[in-house]
């Protein structure tokens, strides 16, 4: 039996029980709640690996102070991983593995809940009723039957969206640079460009990771575009939307609905209790004062299945390095040698 030394950064206890279910001898875990940064990397030392979260900061700078404490893996416990310097990593010779799908069920079932608790006001009906007023005064929604909706990246999320809203009977457009010809055949999907997408969806839900080519893709040029009083959702990435031209657009009822699950400044915010703190982001104090802003504490995921599926994943990564085989999950290509001293060579994803 191969051991491993494994230190959880991030740690939860909603996600404890999860892991603590699946974790086998051959892996020796300490958990905490502190997030990974520069300041907290040398933590690390005399452990063979670290889970991380989406919050953690594992920059290039934080890589080289990594392998100075001996770190050889990292595990990511989610399937983003744009927190993660991959090019440094395969400089610093360690090896990165994520949860590439975990449940794509739980988040497009958020993205659609967060679309009917916007269109029927059920936050204000829910506070009216505890106040004993049963007036449906500011209460009328819409039918999301025959409506148009905008589903920007058709991967796991966005097929099971699609999926979704096919049976509320709406129109479905979408963009991707990959169509998807299932959801064409089956969904009635239709691809168009972004900018078209935008000028004719009432709502628009973004399924996208963060990359160079994502970051701030809706702006304000393409809000300006949109029918007034869109509908936007955005379970994906928070700096997938400029915040700033977001917010721009609502005094005005250019974006008549806002639901966010995902905040472009979150970063040890979300995740956290910080009810005794005195929070200085004037941003998300505006955004929280529309009425007709919607905003949950990345929890999309956040369902029995998928934290289940994350801790199975996480714990095979583990186990498998401990044992000197590749994982099927990891993101790097680099030659490195498993505890057992035995050569494994990684080759490109």
């Known amino acids: 039996m191969h051991f491993m030394k494994v230190l959880f950064y991030s740690s939860k206890e909603y ?3 999860y892991l603590r279910d699946v974790l086998p001898p051959s ?9 990974l940064s520069a300041k907290t990397a040398p933590l690390c030392k005399g452990y063979d690996a670290i889970s991380i979260f989406t919050s953690d900061d594992a920059s290039s700078e934080v890589i080289t102070l990594l392998k100075k404490n001996g770190i050889r893996y990292i595990s990511v416990r989610a399937a983003g991983y744009d927190n993660v310097a991959i090019q440094a990593a395969n400089r610093a010779g360690i090896v990165v593995g994520n949860v590439p799908e975990y449940s ?14 916007l ?3 059920l936050i204000r009906s829910h506070q009216q009723v505890h106040q004993h007023n049963f007036t449906l005064d500011h209460l009328t929604g819409f039918d999301l039957h025959k409506k148009k909706v905008g589903i920007i990246g058709t991967g796991r999320i966005g097929s099971v969206v699609a999926k979704i809203l096919h049976g509320f009977g709406c129109t479905l457009m979408a963009y991707d640079v990959n169509r998807n010809q299932s959801l064409e055949h089956k969904y009635n999907v239709f691809y168009t460009s972004l900018d078209t997408l935008c000028s004719f969806c009432d ?20 809000i300006d575009q949109m029918k007034r009083g869109v509908m936007l959702i955005n379970t994906s990435r928070g700096a997938v939307i400029q915040t700033k031209d977001v917010l721009d657009a609502l005094p005005s009822g250019q974006i008549g609905y806002l639901g ?20 200085t982001d004037t941003t ?50 680099i030659e490195i040698h498993s505890p057992s001293e035995s050569s494994v060579t990684r080759v490109t994803q």
Do not use: C
């Not at 069920?105 to 967060?114: C, K, R, S």
């Open 104 to 117: 794509p069920y739980a988040i497009a079932e958020h993205t659609v809940a967060l679309m009917l608790a």
């Open 260 to 279: 966010l699950d995902v905040y472009e400044y979150e970063k040890g915010v979300f995740l956290y209790d910080r009810s005794n703190d005195k929070l």
């Open 27 to 35: 892996l020796d875990t300490t958990f905490i709640p502190e997030l």
């Open 203 to 222: 709502i628009i839900t973004i399924h996208l990771p963060l990359n160079e080519q994502t970051r701030y893709l809706i702006n304000k040029r393409l």
């Open 284 to 333: 998300l104090d505006k955004l929280m004062s529309y009425s007709n802003v919607m905003i949950t504490p990345h929890q999309a995921f956040a369902t029995e299945e998928a934290l289940s599926n994350i801790a199975g994943t996480t714990v095979y990564n583990l186990t498998s390095w401990a044992a000197g085989r590749i994982s099927e999950n990891e993101l790097t290509y």
């Open 15 to 17: 996600e404890l029980p």
């Open 119 to 121: 269109n029927r006001k």
